[in-house]
């Protein structure tokens, strides 16, 4: 009995995947199913929270050193292409130069996805204003220093 429930669940698997290739590239299934990043990073330097159109909210958290992404978490409720884009936005941020990520846009998030059907673009456009807004709240902290300390209040 279980090894007819289990080939049934296996076919489903593989019909499903089947047909979400015929609308996403591989990078943006591989983001959807292993995403890079997902979670918080307690005492960020950096944070972003935007809720796009479609109800969806990314936060985007940055540890910041000498004026380099150290390292990027986000959270998001939303869908499977939010996540991807979210996954996505924070693996091109680690690494650069705060002012280099800005530079990080939504046509920069769906080329490295290698696209979305046009339904789903705002979940880019959703991930790469987060990630704006999250290194904006730095350079904001670095001019005002008080505001980190009175982010949370």
């Excluded at 004026?67 to 986000?74: C, L, Q, T, V």
Aim: hydrophobic content about 35%.
């Amino acid at each position: 009995m279980s090894s007819d429930f289990d080939q049934m669940v296996n076919e489903l698997d593989r019909s499903i995947m089947k047909e979400m290739r015929k609308v996403y590239s591989e990078v943006v299934i591989d983001h959807f199913l292993h995403p890079r990043n997902v979670g918080k990073i307690e005492g960020a330097e950096g944070h972003g929270k935007l809720t796009g159109s479609c109800e969806d909210t990314i936060e985007i958290y940055l540890r910041i050193s000498d004026d380099r992404i150290a390292d990027a978490k986000f959270m998001t409720d939303g869908c499977g292409t939010t996540i991807a884009s979210g996954s996505m936005a924070t693996e091109l941020a680690k690494g650069k130069d705060v002012h280099e990520a800005l530079k990080i846009n939504t046509k920069y998030v769906l080329d490295h996805l290698g696209g979305l059907p046009e339904s789903d673009r705002h979940c880019a456009e959703l991930a790469a204003g987060t990630l704006l807004k999250a290194i904006l709240d730095y350079l904001a902290s670095k001019r005002e220093p008080w505001k980190r300390a009175y982010r949370n209040i």
